[in-house]
């Protein structure tokens, strides 16, 4: 006996009935085609993480084609077995999926996790934007300030040349300080909206997953008796 049962191969096979048409089940060569790389605007491929593509034990790449033979086998092998010996079998596969269900929620746990990550990147990338974002203010409060200074020096430059050269060298000065942290406030715009962007799809890629894991956690709890019985 090869301890194939109905319940295990027809759980298997309602699994991918009902896997949605974009997430058909593949071999395990993974011959069918991947998702693509995230991208956001300009072209810039989003930094990914773990979970972008979907869990491990429920995403869409989780799932083994079909074997139609191996499925007859299983129906033949089922008529086959004895009330004990079905009794047996399910209890085996009980356990299975006792086990496997404990590592799809411990999955969930690390993809949550993940998710809470991401979010944290944000979070500082945004603090230190709102830093940049003060600083280029203080600086353009001094920059009117001297450029204030900077014109009253250039109308008193015959009588004041030196105080028109320590202003001029001192407006020189905050201008570039100006750009510098302007460069700066725009870089932390930009990674805060890549980050935002892998994390609204973290956040969908989640609640997909939640939902596939729900079907699947409850494909698991299933009858234990065989369907032959």
Known sequence: MYG??????TRRANTTANAPPS??????????SRRSAHTMGEGRV???????GGAGTTGPMAFAEQDEMMASRGEEAQASLTPKQRSRVDKVEAQNGKRLSKIIRQEGKTEKQALAIAINELDDLQKFQKNAIKSEARLQANHSKQVITFKKSEAAFLS??????????QLNAEVEALETLRNNAREATERMQDKAAEVDVLRQTLAMDER??????AQ?????????N
């Open 23 to 32: 997430k058909k089940a593949t071999s395990l060569g993974r011959s069918g």
């Open 212 to 217: 596939e894991r729900e079907v699947k956690l």
């Open 46 to 52: 989003m930094p990914t993480s773990a979970f972008v």
């Open 220 to 228: 698991l709890r299933g009858p234990r008796k065989g369907l032959f």
């Open 4 to 9: 194939i049962s109905t319940p295990a191969s």
């Open 160 to 169: 004041a040349k030196m105080r028109y050269d320590m202003a001029q060298a």
